[in-house]
């Protein structure tokens, strides 16, 4: 690479390569060598002098300079130069391949030279004078790349006259370039041959180019050079000023500067010129202008001083804040700066500081800003200024959609851009109508400012995308979206992250089920101001918790009340008078729980506090109401009141058992005599009494006063003639007691009665008995009398039916009339029946006799080369298009979608089903839960029902590929084509599968070009896929295959695809009939067992011989195969399965020789294209070789693999669960395949395997009769024979070509075709490049979707959705003149005209009917037929309608329609394609033949019909195959649901009885109990020795492997936390060993799984 360097340091000029040193003397020769070296040199100059102009200009570093000619090929920079000087004329967004991505990866493209035009069209609109222009070919060709870089010279002079550009530098003897680069740019120049250009003299060229006084402009700039020279800046100042000299722009302010300016320039380039001086060469031939200033350089000079006066100025005013000063500079004509306007002066001032300042801050230093910087800021505060009035309308019109109430009118203009609005989304429109509604009334002027709409509508987007979020059930996004500031919520705190969200929850169904469709800002602010309230309560009740545990181990009963009575603890019926009792029972059960768990350290919890305080209540009431019990018994007694006395003593409140009514006196004697014992001893006096109440405690109670205590009086005294509970319980079991022996003796006579009710039941029955024995004794003379009896009854019945026919013989007589004329009538019908019996037969004869005549009529029509005009106009009336027709046609439209939309269907249930193989898999290895089998099984079963239904939608959305306007109708249009070009021209899918690499283009094989060609679902795509197959194919061998073996040994893209196709849905069936039948009898024969391994034979016999003598072999197990063939038994056992093997392999062989017919077209027509292009290729390649590759296609590809593996592919039928073929079946079956391979490549066994050479004869015999098989496949018609189609078939359809693909399929596809399309198409005239060009670049998922704001996977999902497009050729031509001036469409509109006219107008040739007028009824029956047609169109499809021409010639009347033929006649006469001297007899001839064709048409059509009614049934099939797999999987999972929940059942609480039967119950574990299992690491903020007063609770929910995990801290419920075991065994495949619940609590995913498997699983 070349290196530029300037003149050393010295400041001396090196001297220039070509000029002779004094003491130099050189040759002639050394002489011309110095100067072309020197020619070379300062052309170096001129490019890097070019090179650093476009720098300064573009701001952008260009290649090296030796570089340079070849970067500027392609015309970027260029068409970049344009952009910097005419923004207007070249836009940037205009200039192709601007960042140079497609030059770089693969070189020039012919659209690079627009560029090179656009840089011309630039210097056009300012006025550079066209004798400086090049060649477009000068540059893209590089044929004279040196007058580019002289326009460029010639163009900064110009620029720098404009003031539109710096001027170019003199770089002549600064810069140095190596010896090797001189010569090298010596070379390039001799190759150009041209004389270079004069790059000296552009200023007087330049001059002389503008039409102006030549002699008057130099003698102009003459004397202002002079006066330059002179220094006087008065006299430089009027020499400008000379009219003649057309300098512009001049100020008398300005003339020391202008002097100065000059003088250096002057100075400047006198030095440049002496520079360039070569010795020895006479001054004639040097330029005046050399060393003077032109007067370009005059003016530039002149332009250059006042724009740094301007730019002063604008400094000045921007340092003064003078937005008027700055608007007046910045309009002065010396800055010509573009768009300034008025309105927009306070915007210049506020982005032009802006913008000094930002310079400031990045240079350090306070320099002014330059003019292009000037005009970007000019720019930029324009169109701030004019986004700023659009943010205003757009303002002014949401605040009016608000008032409007409409939400999808104030979604419109929240969407607007100009509006410059946080984003927004649609699905909650009525959110944002209305919180704004609500704003807009709450603001005082009744309006929404800009600043308040981006904070109100920043802060409902997060709250609409946090309902989204809550109905996606994703918490994740949730968390998010509450913790970014945008949300705008307050006092959110990370630790309640997931109470958050499940509080939001709640609310958000609450709202669903009252109706509203979201929760508002304010629901959510509440529903965190809410948590966090409830989380600081559960704090301060902590707190309180362990103050009451401090008060309890002190002891003092008045401090635990205290504690109690804390409002933070939130304890219920906290009574102060029971706080001696509060006091006992806390300490008791504080010392229970410290038993229990054997922590002498532990402390009450919540609930245990709380219990107890309810139980110590619950105490004080019945210790209360006992003593009253007590009470009253007592006073009863005092009283003697014996009702009163019972009633006490049954109360419940006292407790007694064993009380009886029947004793209440005996209870009155003996309680008041105990009484009166007790009375006896004497009355202390005493008001208290003491009980001994429940639990061991003792209750102080006041007789007097009623009340009681717990805590003992200072003054106690137990009263003693008080009765105790222990008296009256005494005296109450003794008075029972004697009761129940009194009453013992009463029960007995119960007894007795019952004795003697079954003593009386016997003697009745006893009774019974001989009464029914009597009359079974009797029973011959009962039935005697009841037979009389009968008979009298029937006799009498008979005598009253005889005596009725005799009263009615007249009516009898008449009943046999009727009956005798209904048989005469009979047989008069059966005559009639007769007679029309024979009158059918004649109609049949009639019509026998007609079918003839129109028989030979129809003869006439086919056979006949000029069939007459009578027969033609009688069958006519085929071409019509019946409702038949559109039936049919509507019928095989659906049948293909069906057939399909079903293939597509059963690969992804396929797909499915493999996944789920894989998935139960990996269940029986623990790897994944069964709930994600159930699920994805659940997938089956919906998925592909309504998958591709839902994939079609896109044909019903508004926006989208299919949306209803002109850009996407032209875009759907655009595509239509592409793909109707793609289908119908094979070589640009051919070319561009060879493109990419083989991975990626089997890919694009399998997706897309099968799609295109709808899986060959009708005969045209059939004969199209077949047509793209054999193009490939050629050109695969074309471009490809250098040696004939490459076809085997290869993997050959084509052939894989062509084989893959049609062992497919359309090969499946072939190759079962061929190959079912003998592999359905080599697997039903069981005793079959083909070994042909000496070695597995030997072990074989080895084995039997120990199993059936239960003695280990004497004989070695690990032999060679020669030892093994050493034994007899090996030998036998060998030659038995070589003879069975030959056997079986006759049977496949004779199957395969005779099945040529059924092997499918597609694969017989490869065979032969494989055949015939290898022979062009290879000319001296034998048949012998050609054969064998054909045989490697036709049965190694296509039978070979279905052989070894016929389940695989649908040969025999495999019910699901079946558990597939056996070892053996696969060995023998492989070892068939394995010698029909060798037989059909006609390979022997060789040494390797010397042990078959007994079957290398039949291996020969049998390649025979391969060989012959492999010639007859290849005997097959040519696909425009066999398919019946030409370039006319698409004309003649009734409905367009349609395809079903998916948008993901559309954009890859136009991706390879944009990245591919030099490579396919090298032409530039080729029609895919216009096609690529309408399409334009490659659109995004969302564009043909309709939808924005998709995620990465919704654009996943979104690029399956599938569309229709019904293809369209573009370069048809169609309709009005253009229709005319085509000869075939004029001839096929003017037949499509003839057969509405003869029809209806007689005659026997063309001439007489279009000569004959037309009457009135055959123009109403026309009028009529027209109408018919009309109707029927209208219920066409719209993939079938007419076009707009055939639509227009039905209006026509029938004269019109004559008058057409005749002018259309006159135009195919003078086209030559019609002779009128026949009468026009070509033309009938040609109608003849479309109704010939549109019976073969019908014919094929009908045959597709049942074709395609037999694949789409066999595809039923093959999806009722795939459902019952489905099924059996199903049952599969619902046995291991059934075992994982027997399993579960097995987990019991630890008190649970044994042996005894429960649901699956929680777990519950204290923190420090699983620290102790190594389940629990740590717990953030918590010491261990705190982990005892941890408790989580692992509760199963309803789905399998879900548990949701409570924590208690104390009692107090802290959180919950969803535990997924799917998400456990991913994080332990994963190899992660240690996972956070809760946010703090640490825990071992290995150890957590196992305690899981233990106590819910069994495992």
Known sequence: MSTSDEADGLGAIRPHYGSVMDNERLTAEEMDERRTQNIAYEYLCHLEEAKRWMEACLDEELPPTTELEEGLRNGVYLAKLGNFFSPKVVLRKKIYDCEQTRYKASGLHFRHTDNTVQWFNAMSNIGLPKIFYPETTDVYDRKNMPRCVYCIHALSLYLFKLGLAPQIQDLYGKVVFTEEEINNMKSELEKYGIQMPAFSKIGGILANELSVDEAALHAAVIAINDAVERGAAADTMAAMKNPNALLVNLDESESEQYQLTLANAKRQKAGNAHNKEVPGSPDSERDVYEELLTQAEIQGNVNKVNVQRRLNNVDDALERGDALALYNTLRSPQLALRGVEAENSDWYLKQLTADKQLKVQEQGSSEQLTKEELQLGVEQANTDALRFKKLLEAVSRINAAVRSGVAEQTMTELMNPEAQLPPVYPFAANLYQQELSTLQQQSPEGKLTHTELVVAVEMLSSVALINRALEAGDSNEVWRLLDNRVTGLTNVDQGNAQRYVDELLRLKAKAQEDGNEFITWNDIQGSVDQVNTVVQEEHDRIMAIGLINDAVDEGDARKTLEALLLPSAKLADV???????????????????????????????????????????????????????ILTINEAVDDGDTGRILSALRSSDVGLYGVTSECEDIYQQELTEAKQAKMAEGDNGSPWVRHWVKGGYHYYYNLQTKEGSWEQPADFVQNNTQLSREDIQSTVSGV???????QLWMANEGLLTKLQARCRG????????QRMGFLEKQKPAILTIQSNWRGYKQKKAYKERLQHFKDNTAAVVKLQALFRMLLARKKYRDRLKYFKDHVADIIKIQAFIRANK??????????????PMGVVRKFVHLLDQSDQDFQEEVELMRLREEVVTRIRSNQQLENDLNTMDIKIGLLVKNKVTLQEVVSHSKKLTRKNKAQLSDMMKIDRQKGGLKGLSKEKRMKLEAYQNLFYLLQTNPTYLAKLIFQMPQNKSTKFMDSVIFTLYNYASNQ????????????????????KVDQLHEIITGNPTVIKMVVSFNRGARGQNALRQILAPVVKEIIEERGMNIKTDPIDIYKAWVNQMESQTGEASKLPYDVTPDQALGHEEVRLRLDGSIKNMRNVTDKFLAAIATSVDKIPYGMRIIAKVLKDSLHEKFPDATDEELIKIVGNLLYYRYMNPAIVAPDAFDIIDMSAGAGGLSTDQRRNLGSIAKVLQHAASNKMFDKE???????????????????????????????????????????????????????????????????????????????????????????????LIGEAGLSEAGKELLAKTEVSLSLTNKFDVSGGENEEMNARTLLLNTKRLMVDVIRFQPGETLTEILECPSSTVQEAEHQRAMQRRAVRDAKTPEKMKRNQAQVDENLMSLTEKKEKIEHNLKKLTALGKVNPTNKYQDLINDVAKDIRNQRRYRQRRKAELVRLQQTYSGLISKTAFYEEQTDYYNQYIKTCMDNLASKGKLSKKPGDVKGKKSKQVSQRYTAARLHEKGVLLEIEDLSSSQFKNVIFDICPTEEVGDFEVKAKFMGVQMDSFMLHYQDLLQLQYE?????????????????????????????
Request: glycine share 2%.
């Open 854 to 867: 129109a028989r030979d009529d129809y003869k006439t029509l086919i056979s006949a080369e000029q069939p």
């Open 1631 to 1659: 190899g992660v060993a240690v996972m956070k619940i809760f946010d703090k609590a640490k825990v071992n995913v290995n150890l957590l799984i196992f305690l899981l498997n233990k106590k819910f699983y069994g495992k």
């Open 1249 to 1343: 395997y010397c042990h078959l050479a007994s079957i290398n004869e039949y291996l020969s015999h049998a390649h025979l009769k391969f060989r012959r098989f492999f010639q007859s496949a290849c005997e097959v018609p040519e696909l425009e024979d066999k398919f019946n189609v030409d370039e006319y078939s698409d004309l003649v359809t009734l409905n367009k070509p349609v395809i079903y693909i998916s948008i993901g399929e559309i954009i890859n596809t136009h991706t390879l075709f944009l990245d591919h399309q030099d490579a396919i198409a090298p032409d530039h005239n080729d029609p895919i490049h216009e096609l690529l060009e309408d399409l334009g670049e490659v659109p995004t998922i969302e564009s």
């Open 736 to 742: 029972t007691a004697a009761y129940n022996r009194e």
């Open 762 to 769: 016997y003697m009745l029955r006893q009774q019974l008995h």
């Open 1020 to 1039: 045209r795509e059939e004969y199209l896929l077949l047509k793209l197959f054999k193009t490939a194919l050629q050109e695969e061998i074309k471009s």
């Open 575 to 629: 009574s102060p008078p029971v706080a001696e009792h509060y006091q006992e029972m806390l300490i008791r059960t504080k010392r229970e729980k410290a038993q229990e768990t054997q922590d002498d350290s532990a402390v009450l919890w919540l609930d245990e506090i709380q219990d107890t305080v309810w139980r110590s209540n619950k105490d004080t009431e019945d210790a209360k109401r006992f003593s009253q019990g």
